[in-house]
């Protein structure tokens, strides 16, 4: 069974850079073909799709976030690590992770998310 | 990155067939077979419902289908029934290998 969990803060200051944790279990971020993504929701709007991060290590972000985004992993800890520089009260959302599968490209489980707030 | 566009709000009667549309590109949902859906309720992570355009996750009802003309992928729902009742977001894989969301749709079974 396919699991994951956000964790990181729920509260930063204006131009703070933001750091989450995705630890998943019942799969291994080093899979061939398996990938961990990162998407957010600000309260009352859309889904926002940010990145993605492969089991080779390949990346991808959203090219209206690029500049600000890092993605990383840990197989020793089956966990994907995301960092958001000079954050805003937009950004102000909740953020989740979610297992990208070896056999498609689609995100076929998600995280409960974490909330995050910006604010002084 | 401009959204995918989805109609802001759809409903129905129990019983009845409800289709909801998603409009992009020919660099996102034209252009790839990887166009998905997903249900969320208030409060809830999102969750998958249909994959490849057409294709049903284990457990998901077969009242739920999938097709693509074009630029513009549709999720149909049949039977509406009161659970059906959610926000349903499309995606799609778009070039560069990125991803893209809907402006998603609310679903209301009168």
């Known amino acids: 069974q396919i699991t994951l969990k956000e964790s990181g803060p729920t509260l930063v200051k204006p131009t703070q850079t933001l750091t989450l944790t995705c630890t998943g279990s019942?799969?291994?971020?080093?899979?061939?073909?398996?990938?961990v993504g990162w998407i957010r929701q600000p309260p009352g709007k859309a889904l926002e799709w940010l990145a993605v991060i492969y089991w080779d290590d390949n990346k991808r972000y959203s090219p209206s976030l690029r500049n600000r985004l890092t993605i990383t992993k840990d197989t020793s800890k089956n966990q994907v690590v995301l960092t958001m520089t000079n954050m805003d009260p937009v950004d102000t959302a909740t953020y989740f992770c979610?297992?990208?599968?070896?056999?498609?490209?689609?995100?076929?489980?998600w995280g409960q998310g974490t909330m995050v707030t910006v604010s002084s | 990155q401009s959204a995918l566009t989805q109609p802001a709000s759809v409903s129905g009667s129990p019983g009845q067939s409800i289709t909801i549309s998603c409009t992009g590109t020919s660099s996102d949902v034209g252009g790839y077979y990887y166009v998905s859906w997903y249900q969320q309720y208030p409060g809830t992570a999102p969750k998958l419902m249909i994959y490849e355009v057409t294709n049903r996750p284990s457990g998901i009802s077969n009242r739920f289908s999938g097709s693509k003309s074009g630029n513009t992928a549709s999720l149909t729902i049949s039977g509406l029934q009161a659970e059906d009742e959610a926000d349903y977001y499309c995606?799609?894989?778009?070039?560069?290998?990125?991803?893209?969301f809907g402006t998603g749709t609310r679903v209301t079974v009168l």
């Open positions: 019942g799969f291994s971020i080093s899979s061939s073909g398996v990938g």
């Open positions: 995606s799609a894989y778009r070039s560069m290998s990125t991803y893209v």
């Open positions: 979610a297992h990208r599968p070896t056999y498609t490209s689609t995100f076929d489980m």
